[in-house]
């Protein structure tokens, strides 16, 4: 009934308001799996986004050290937003979604759950860039330095190049300067923000190791 609200409103403004908060309020009561059988003809790209932004704002799979209590409350959106883009085959995003995790948890995160968490993570992504055509197996990190160091110290240590830095986005299109190559918000300035390619093999020698 609030989709169908959501469809049938004449202000385009309203809509995207009204389809975040849904988005925010079935995650939030266990239901996101009705996201993924919802039809959001004109609406996929912005609940894509919606949950890419609540993932990067919330602590890491309920493994950064709050209470129990706590973490039972908190949607994993980075799962969520897993879920309904393999719902809808995009294989290549769903990858890109759970490699962000991975890092993040080894970035974040210590201790024996973390790790096999970010081993799940990777794993995962995998297994889904094994789903994408052979070209499209990569996926772009952007962030501080400090990020794209956790990103890279698994294949460091492994001995392997790290891969090129670059400052255009996909499809060789110049980079925004105010979104990133998922449509999420840029770092000011001030923290800003290397590029560089994670293609499939770099990213299956991390879950090895």
């Known amino acids: ?23 925010v309020v079935l995650c939030e009561r266990g239901q996101a799996h009705l996201l993924c059988s919802l039809p959001l003809v004109g609406f996929v790209e912005e609940v ?13 799979g309920g493994v950064s050290g709050r209470s129990s209590r706590q973490s039972a409350h908190q949607p994993d ?14 294989y290549r995003e769903a990858a890109s979604a759970l490699y962000e995790k991975a890092s993040r948890l080894g ?8 790790l096999r968490a970010q081993a799940h993570c990777l ?3 995998v297994n889904a860039f ?24 698994a294949s460091a240590s492994s001995g392997s190049e790290s891969s090129p830095a670059i400052v255009r986005g996909n499809g060789g299109r110049p980079a925004s300067p105010k979104r990133n190559h998922r449509g999420g918000q840029r770092l000011r300035s001030g923290d800003e923000t290397r590029n560089r390619v994670v293609a499939l093999p ?4 991390q879950y090895q190791l």
């Open 48 to 60: 894509q986004r919606t949950l890419l932004a609540r993932a990067q704002a919330s602590p890491v």
């Open 107 to 114: 970035l974040e995160c210590r201790g024996l759950e973390a």
């Open 130 to 153: 094994r789903l994408v055509d052979a070209p499209y197996r990569w996926t772009v990190v952007n962030g501080s330095s400090a990020l794209l160091d956790g990103l890279t110290s």
């Open 77 to 90: 959106y980075y799962q969520v937003l897993y879920a309904f883009l393999v719902a809808r085959a995009n």
């Open 202 to 205: 770099e990213i299956r020698r």
């Open 1 to 23: 009934r609030a989709y169908l609200a959501i469809v049938e409103s004449p202000d385009r403004g309203r809509q995207l308001n009204c389809l975040r908060r849904l988005v």
């Open 123 to 125: 794993l995962a992504a």
